[in-house]
């Protein structure tokens, strides 16, 4: 910012003939106006420009987005634009009455140097300058400061004060942020009161989480309410009126029709990673030792669209799982792969006899082979799984082990999320009878509707037919259209006039709430 100066001069040599350099400059007759006062028609432009960059030059490392505030007062060649159209008519004042109530989303109004710039207006509106030239500091310090605080207030309610893609790893949502171009429209707003209203989040989740931190004095309490405030603030994609939702906290699938719940079921999700993973993480990778390196099956944050299902479906064993378990389970059990229905690829070549495989000639960190498990009943991910892209290789799916859903902490698998009622779920994606009755044969139930009992009777016969080797194939379906899908991580929210409150199973809480740290009270 030391070279503001030097970039604005040309613009006051070049622009010589616009309104900001005429006698009096506009901002000169409205203050000369309001007050009745003519010293304010002796303002010199030049002279102010001067004290303007030297103020810009104090203040701007203290702005949170000093390079459009600069680019803003470079392209209106140093006018004070918001004393220019907001002084006069008091809004600059509703400003400070905006920031001073900051308090009810759980901010610091001296953040935003409300103090300050209530003692900059008053300093003003005192009107004692004995020359035209005192107020120049006063006016140039008023507006940085006014537009700063300004930005700020409205960035922060509009999109959070913390961008979660920048601190959690598994943050794969692309929340919108505050951009120079939106930034540069809100300085020129002409109705700053209107700008100010229309920022204040409206959603219900909001305002009940805001109500319940107005009334409580519980400060773990008010963490938790401040964090989840600080949720429902960042920009979220488009979900439609139609769409699921995982919350990982709430272990709950919930299918949204506008705010109506049409399915909600339980879910399992990844296990927490474990204490202390920072410092382990450090460790492996230094010793590049597997037994070093710490588990982190954390489900990962991200927005995306269930575009099929497959029923009976293979499972493409994570080479992850299969240094860590499998690997491990075949030394030990050496009929462990045929039993368990996982055939062995080595160079994309599938193994006959597995079972043969020495596997001590082999170490874990370096395997040579690729996993499948087939379809069938003994398949990790059950009977069906629902598929949507990202780059987690994350997605939801049946389970043969169905005890988890009874457990009230359910993060326990590797990542991807086990729903409890898959086959209801598929119902609902497909959206027609016709689908829905296929899609049931291919795992073995009768139809719903009479006039398509030919198809299960048929599937039905090939498979008992001995003569035959049936082999079981995974069948791939479309939903009636895309659904959207959002995997978050909400740990209270308002519902039936309280506050449903849920454990903070992987800590994110508390490292959002460090990072808001300047932010808060």
């Known amino acids: ?66 390079k459009t505030v600069r680019a803003f007062y470079l392209e209106n060649h140093g006018s004070p634009e918001l004393v220019t159209k907001f002084y006069t008519n008091g809004e600059l004042d509703s400003l400070t009455a905006y920031l001073d109530n900051s308090k009810v989303h759980g901010f610091n109004p001296e953040l935003f140097k409300v103090s300050q710039i209530k003692a900059l207006l008053k300093q003003l509106s005192d009107n004692k300058f004995k020359k035209v030239d005192e107020s120049y500091p006063v006016i140039a310090r008023l507006e940085l400061l006014s537009a700063n605080a300004y930005l700020n207030y409205n960035n922060f309610l509009k999109y959070g004060v913390v961008n979660p893609r920048s601190i959690f790893s598994r943050y794969y949502i692309k929340v919108k942020r505050p951009d120079s171009a939106g930034m540069i429209r809100l300085l020129s707003s002409k109705n700053m009161l209107d700008t100010l209203r229309a920022v204040q989040p409206s959603s219900i989740q909001y305002k009940g989480l805001q109500k319940a931190y107005l009334n409580t004095s519980d400060e773990a309490e008010k963490r938790i309410l401040l964090v989840n405030m600080e949720r429902f603030r960042w920009k979220m994609p488009e979900t439609g009126s139609n769409y699921v939702q995982v919350n990982i906290p709430d272990f709950r699938l919930t299918w949204f029709d506008k705010t109506d719940t049409v399915i909600s079921m339980k879910v399992c999700v990844g296990g927490k990673r474990e204490n202390g993973y920072e410092d382990k993480q450090k460790a492996f990778a230094k010793s590049g030792n597997l037994d070093d390196k710490p588990k982190n099956h954390e489900t990962p944050l991200l927005f995306s669209k269930i575009n099929s299902i497959q029923a009976n479906p293979v499972w493409n064993i994570p080479v992850s799982i299969a240094q860590s378990e499998i ?21 994309d070549k599938l193994i006959g006899e597995p079972d043969t495989i020495n596997w001590s000639r082999y170490s874990r960190d370096k395997l040579p082979f690729k996993f499948k498990q087939g379809s069938g009943g003994g398949n990790a991910l059950g009977k069906f799984k629902f598929i949507f892209d990202n780059s987690s290789s994350i997605y939801l799916h049946d389970t043969n082990n169905k005890n988890g859903f009874n457990l009230s902490n359910r993060a326990i698998s590797h990542g991807c999320v086990r729903v409890e009622k898959p086959l209801e779920f598929a119902e609902k994606l497909v959206g027609d009878t016709y689908t829905y009755d296929k899609l049931r044969a291919e795992v073995d139930l009768p139809p719903v509707d009479s006039s ?43 519902q039936n006039n309280k506050i449903e409150y849920r454990p903070d199973v992987y800590q994110m809480d508390m490292k959002l709430w460090r990072a808001m740290k300047k932010f808060r009270l």
């Open 1 to 66: 910012m030391k070279n503001f100066r030097f970039l604005i001069i040309p613009f006051i040599i070049s622009v010589s003939a616009c309104n900001w350099f005429k006698s009096p400059p506009e901002i000169g007759k409205v203050l000369s106006e309001h007050f009745k006062n003519k010293i304010y028609k002796d303002f010199d432009t030049i002279a102010y420009d001067s004290v303007f960059v030297k103020t810009m030059d104090s203040l701007d490392q203290g702005f949170i987005n000093p």
């Open 327 to 347: 690997y491990w389970m075949a030394r030990k059990d050496p009929y462990y792969l045929s039993n368990s229905n996982i055939k062995v690829y080595y160079k």
């Open 452 to 494: 398509h009992i030919k198809w299960y009777k048929k599937r039905m016969a090939a498979k008992a037919d001995t003569s035959k080797a049936f082999q079981l194939k995974p069948a791939w379906f479309g939903p009636k259209k895309q659904v959207p899908i959002l995997i978050t991580y909400i740990t209270a929210w308002p």
